[in-house]
């Protein structure tokens, strides 16, 4: 009787064991649940700024539109509304959102994100070093 009682608490501290590992295993950070839920929708460009300085000319909407979804996924529109996707990854120590091209390669952060506003930075390879270094590109929500 004490051999059988042993051998069953045993056996259940095994299965607590086991399940309270699996269970942890299976636990995703969701850092995604601090960003506002406006975030998921598509974005129009309102205006660009190079230096402290207004740029003009820039493509108007749909062009360069982008729209962020949940799945970690963007789209990033062309004027005649096809689009090209790329992946986006928030870091909530930085507060900022790294934008990638499909190839992996870093591409843009979005570091002031606000429900009604975002301010997207060209990042990665291709501009450091360049003048792209100083651009930043603002985006309103497009409304419908």
């Given amino acids: 009787m004490r051999n059988t009682t042993l051998r069953i608490i045993i056996l259940i501290g095994i299965v607590i064991?086991?399940?309270?590992?699996?269970?942890?295993?299976?636990?995703k950070s969701d850092s995604n649940s601090e960003l506002p839920k406006e975030l998921f929708q598509r974005w129009k460009l309102d205006y660009g700024m190079a230096n402290g300085e207004k740029i003009s000319g820039l493509p108007k909407s749909p062009s360069n539109d982008?729209?962020?979804?949940?799945?970690?996924?963007?789209?990033?529109f062309n004027e005649d509304e096809?689009?090209?996707?790329g992946t986006w990854e928030?870091?909530?120590?930085?507060?900022?959102?790294?934008?990638?091209?499909?190839?992996?390669e870093l591409n843009g952060k979005?570091?002031?994100?606000k429900a009604e506003s975002i301010i997207l930075i060209p990042?990665?390879?291709?501009?450091?070093?360049t003048p792209f270094e100083n651009f930043r590109f603002y985006y309103i929500p497009k409304t419908k």
């Fill in 66 to 76: 982008y729209e962020f979804k949940r799945n970690g996924e963007y789209l990033l």
């Fill in 82 to 85: 096809t689009y090209m996707t």
């Fill in 110 to 113: 979005i570091a002031d994100l």
């Fill in 90 to 104: 928030y870091n909530s120590d930085e507060k900022t959102i790294y934008t990638k091209r499909n190839d992996g």
């Fill in 17 to 27: 064991i086991a399940n309270s590992c699996g269970i942890n295993k299976n636990v």
């Fill in 123 to 129: 990042a990665g390879k291709a501009v450091e070093g």
